[in-house]
């Protein structure tokens, strides 16, 4: 899909690309493709897209797979890939961040900076092989961070949390039109089980989100602010601040907290 084909099918649908909604559409045959293969898909694969756009993607994924369904809220979008694909895929209508997603064994889509958190997030509570995702480079540092750095965040925790995450290939901005002004990025995310034990996910998050929201303050000051934590508690780590600790270090803190609440129960 060149830039010229891009224009045309702008023209066709009616899309006047939005900036509010992160539409830029990827016109570089070689980096979907490329994309495509990332994602080792098989052809009794289930897979899902959010956000098919002009459908570069889509076109590939229903050569790979018998079985795919995208999410559009775009009408005009929607219209023209039932228009395009018919029914050789399954189009859903709606929000992705609210509607339900199908089940699926691999995801790929081209993701919005405005819901790649919401969506990332909705993805992990899902059972996958393989998620492909195309983000904006400062969400895919945050994905793939490493603790000290600046892009480390909760987001970075829970994902290390799940799943392995990598970044497999940095996108010019020349590739997309409207061309945005940051650079995009490919990431990889294979589930995985946790590398170190969480007695509770609940109390775990909670605590990630708590420390993150003051991720200058001191993790004690945070935790009691947000009432997670009462004085004379055991925890550790108290006097250190949520950037330095590694997530299985965050877990210490989540597990003692679970511990002392058990603990309380039983007086």
């Known amino acids: 899909m060149s830039r010229g084909e891009t224009g045309r099918l702008i023209a066709e649908t009616g899309v006047i690309p939005k900036k509010s909604k992160g539409q830029n559409f990827l016109i570089d045959e070689r980096v979907a493709d490329r994309q495509i293969d990332f994602a080792k898909i098989s052809q009794g694969d289930r897979v899902l897209e959010v956000g098919p756009g002009l459908g570069i993607l889509t076109s590939r994924l229903i050569g790979r797979s018998g079985d795919v369904t995208c999410i559009e809220i775009d009408d005009a979008l929607a219209d023209h890939i039932e228009g395009t694909y018919g029914e050789r895929l399954r189009l859903i ?78 996108v010019p901005s020349s590739r997309f039109k409207p061309q945005p002004k940051v650079d995009s990025a490919i990431v990889e995310i294979v589930p995985r089980p946790a590398p170190f034990t969480v007695y509770d996910e609940r109390e775990f998050f909670r605590v990630t989100e708590a420390a993150f929201n003051h991720r200058r303050k001191k993790i004690g000051t945070s935790l009691r602010a947000a009432k997670i934590i009462d004085d004379g508690w055991d925890i550790p780590f108290l006097d250190s601040r949520i950037e330095e600790l590694r997530p299985a270090e965050i877990a210490e803190i989540a597990n003692s907290i679970f511990q002392c609440r058990k603990e309380l129960t039983r007086l």
Do not use: W
Request: aromatic share 12%; glycine share 2%.
């Open 93 to 170: 209508r709606g929000d992705a961040v609210k509607v339900p997603f199908p089940p699926f064994d691999v995801f790929v889509s081209n993701l919005p900076y405005s819901v790649s958190t919401p969506i990332i997030f909705k993805l992990l509570e899902h059972d996958f092989r393989r998620a492909v995702v195309m983000v904006q480079k400062e969400f895919a540092d945050r994905m793939t961070a490493d603790v000290g750095s600046p892009d480390y965040s909760r987001l970075t925790v829970n994902l290390f949390y799940r799943a392995d995450c990598r970044l497999l290939e940095k």
